[in-house]
């Protein structure tokens, strides 16, 4: 039987080991924050370099094991691609291929790298996609596919454990088993019918299809706009990946404070499994908060709304006659909001389920 040889980071210490797949528990969330930016040019270009990878058709849509059906270790000597990526070394039966990947809103990287192949089926440069064939191992009772996940070490050499420290194993390597079986699937904005992204330091709503901005909308944001959500009654907005689970048309009775919904409510899902995990490690949560907010979403349920996450977070309008596009937009407790025209024609397009992400 083949078997695979993973770079894993063992506990207390970092090891290598030839391994067969397993059900490991999952690594957590590691996507990298966007450069900061200062000049209005430099803002334009980071925009600019954001949108094309955001809706690159070569961004990971999740990823899947290098042998059998991908979905865990089969006895097939064909090697292929874990994800949508592109080549960046191919010989001396090694081939690296660097991923991009969208993750809670933010753009990560990694490079898979896989050696010891009789036969290279790709060349450097070339695009691929998930489950492409790159390459055979040879046959014998000792013949092993090397594969390893990296984080930002392109290189084909391969240090071993004795040559580099923990630290420095730590620093370019992550545990593959556990990093694939955490993003079987992933956000593919160029192939998802609709997706809503909201830029915030943009003041910007897009609406995306298929990978296109099909229509953008002017928007306001909070009264403390910069920065995720953290607490109830921050007024800050949440950043990340969500979804629209509930819409409501207008108008509202109620307190006061709901005829600030204007014509129409959608509710997002926030808190999501991201914000949960943070939470919970920082001790803002407790396992029984943490686990009801992982359950909703499980079953595709409203998460709770009043925790000390906050809650009650969604796209709305405004009272009239609105507010002032020329004007301070830093208006609501945590909500996206937008003029009625935008907002009617807004909530007529968008469906129940629509991903909804809100970026910096």
């Not at 996609?129 to 040879?138: D, L």
């Not at 392109?154 to 071993?160: E, L, N, Q, T, Y």
């Not at 694939?180 to 699937?185: D, F, H, N, V």
Request: charge should be positive; glycine fraction near 8%; proline fraction near 6%.
């Amino acid at each position: 039987m083949m078997r695979i040889c993973f770079l894993l980071l063992g506990i207390p210490s970092f090891f290598a080991w030839c391994v067969a797949f397993t059900d490991d528990a999952v690594e957590g969330n590691v996507a990298q924050e966007p450069h900061s930016v200062s000049s209005d040019a430099e803002i334009a270009i980071a925009d600019a370099a954001f949108l094309k990878s955001f809706a690159d058709p070569f961004l990971a849509d999740g990823f899947d094991f290098p042998a059998g059906d991908g979905r865990k270790q089969g006895k097939s000597r064909d090697v292929f691609t874990i994800g949508n990526g592109r080549v960046i070394y191919a010989q001396d039966g090694i081939v690296v291929i660097e991923h991009h990947f969208l993750e809670n809103g933010k753009l990560g990287s990694v490079f898979s790298r896989y050696g010891q192949l009789k036969e290279l089926l790709v060349t450097k440069e070339q695009s691929v996609r998930r489950r492409t064939k790159i390459g055979t191992i040879a046959k014998g009772s000792g013949a092993q596919l090397q594969f390893e996940v990296r984080r930002a070490n392109p290189d084909a050499s391969v240090p071993s454990a004795e040559q580099w420290t923990e630290e420095q194993i730590a620093a370019h390597y992550k545990a593959a088993v556990l990093f694939i079986k955490a993003r079987r699937r992933l956000t593919h904005p160029a192939t998802t019918p609709e997706l809503l992204l909201a830029v915030k330091h943009r003041y910007q709503l897009h609406r995306f299809r298929n990978g296109a901005i099909t229509k953008t909308y002017e928007i306001a944001l909070s009264q403390n706009p910069v920065g995720h959500k953290l607490t109830e009654g921050d007024l800050r907005m949440p950043e990340g990946e969500y979804r629209i689970i509930q819409k409501a048309m207008g108008p509202f009775s109620g307190p006061s404070w709901m005829n600030y919904l204007g014509a129409a409510w959608l509710r997002i899902d926030y808190p999501n499994n991201s914000d949960a995990a943070a939470a919970m490690s920082e001790k803002r949560i407790t396992q029984p908060v943490h686990d009801a907010i992982e359950r909703a979403h499980r079953t595709g349920k409203m998460p709770p709304q009043d925790s000390a996450l906050g809650g009650g977070i969604g796209v709305h309008g405004w009272k009239s006659p609105g507010w002032n596009p020329a004007g301070d937009r830093r208006i609501t407790w945590g909500c996206i909001s937008l003029n009625e025209a935008d907002l009617l024609k807004l909530t007529a397009e968008t469906k129940l389920g629509t991903p909804i992400i809100i970026v910096p």
